[in-house]
């Protein structure tokens, strides 16, 4: 595209944004499970309004922008409260998980460094199922990644043993999952907590996913497993807001045990030609409409609110895994939360994956093994069924299909 001579009225730009988004995932109608959390219009109403009241305002300023500033502290001290932050414990919000990993890893590193550790090349051991955000952020920071398979018994979750025999004098961090994304499973914190205890290495836990929906499934009396502050060892940790927190994109939170941690975040600079400045986070502008609108849904749901949401997510995920039983597909592990993968004996997940696409799903897959993968919302109460009834047929033609190959290459040899 180049840019119009002249500037064109604004139904117009309007019609062709319409237009452009024609082909996107249809995701209101619940049939996407992936990319998006889809709590419903009424949030939706919620998260555009209270962007917008602060869309152009900037969180760099806080001096300009004290209601910024007061707002991602509430964000923080909401966040804390909801997982174990003990007296002392503080954070920042972030554009997104990617980003609180990222200056978890760099507050890591420089915490180690300042205690006189990780004097050659620094590295993090993690387990194979970790998100990629973390391979992401080490290579920008030339760190070693480690991943360690995960244990062989079916559970989907990490292997402290096996991760303890990769730590050494250069590990800056240790981390593990709440839940982890490819499987939907919470790795063990309580162990990797005692053993970051014993091999006094900081463990970060990846809470994006579970951040804003593990407390509340707890709440409802769900088997939600020590995952944050709570255990000991956990130094840091990432949870995300724009996933089930139902915030607007763009809002993550990055958690620290104490302000001592939190003290190796921060970037001051003054040897430039401009005025002196201190970021907390990898930005510089920071979106006043992500923190607005992430402060906005939290006293918009408030506890009762994400119980409610939590618990109808948790409750379309039983009912989705005993269809899914039934149907012949094994569900991995035993997730608790609002994801899961699944596999199903006979049938390739990715002809599976390509059936239900053409039957207008949106959802993913996971490659270790190679599966079939549902991140549900809220939204996905009133389509689970549907979704099950063309995954039977989905399964019936991917069946009539692998027939016909068959025959094809018989008939060819014989
Ligand atoms: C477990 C986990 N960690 C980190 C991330 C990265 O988050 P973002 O896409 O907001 O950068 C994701 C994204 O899905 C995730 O599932």
């Not at 009396?221 to 130094?235: A, I, L, R, S």
């Not at 040897?271 to 002196?276: D, H």
Request: proline share 5%; aromatic share 8%.
């Amino acid at each position: 595209m180049r840019m119009p001579e002249k500037g064109q009225d604004w139904e117009a730009v309007r019609a062709m944004l319409e237009e452009r988004g024609a082909n996107d995932a249809k995701w209101r109608d619940g049939r996407t499970a992936v990319y998006v959390f889809n709590a419903g219009e009424e949030i939706e109403q919620v998260q555009k309004a209270a962007y917008t009241a602060f869309m152009s305002e900037n969180g760099l300023g806080p001096m300009a922008f004290p209601s910024l500033a007061q707002m991602e502290k509430d964000v923080i001290s909401m966040a804390l409260g909801l997982l174990h932050g003990p007296e002392g414990a503080t954070g920042a919000m972030t554009s997104g998980g990617t980003d609180s990993i990222t200056m978890a890893i760099k507050t890591a590193r420089d915490y180690a460094r300042s205690n006189g550790m990780a004097k050659e090349q620094a590295n993090i051991v993690l387990p194979q199922s970790a998100h990629l955000a973390f391979d992401k952020a080490a290579h920008l920071m030339d760190i070693e990644i480690r991943r360690v398979p995960l244990k062989s018994d079916g559970s989907y979750r990490a292997d402290p043993e096996a991760m303890s025999g990769q730590l050494d004098a250069n590990t800056i961090m240790m981390v593990g999952s709440a839940p982890n994304f490819p499987h939907g499973i919470i790795d063990p914190i309580e162990a990797l907590g005692d053993l970051a205890r014993e091999k006094n290495v900081w463990l970060h836990v990846d809470a994006c996913v579970g951040g804003y929906f593990a407390p509340f499934a707890r709440m409802n009396g769900e088997n939600v497993p020590p995952f944050d502050f709570e255990v000991e060892g956990v130094m840091s940790m990432s949870a995300d807001l724009h996933k089930y927190g139902y915030a607007a994109k763009g809002a993550s939170t990055v958690l620290f045990r104490s302000d001592d941690l939190y003290a190796f975040m921060p970037f001051k600079f003054d040897g430039w030609s401009g005025a002196p400045m201190t970021t907390p986070t990898l930005a510089g502008t920071r979106p006043g409409g992500a923190i607005s609108a992430a402060w906005a849904v939290m006293n918009y749901l408030g506890i009762e609110g994400y119980k409610a949401l939590q618990g109808r997510v948790c409750e379309t995920r039983k009912r989705a895994e005993s269809g899914l039983k039934a149907l012949g597909f094994e569900v991995l592990g035993q997730p608790v939360l609002g994801l899961v993968a699944f596999r199903h004996p006979d049938l390739h997940s990715f002809a599976l994956y390509s059936e239900m696409f053409h039957r207008g799903w949106f959802t993913s897959v996971t490659k270790e093994p190679r599966s079939l993968h549902l991140m549900l919302s809220p939204k996905h109460a009133d389509v689970i069924d549907d979704y099950l009834r063309d995954l039977e047929s989905a399964c019936a033609a991917v069946r009539s299909g692998e027939a016909a190959k068959k025959e094809q290459v018989s008939a060819r040899y014989s």
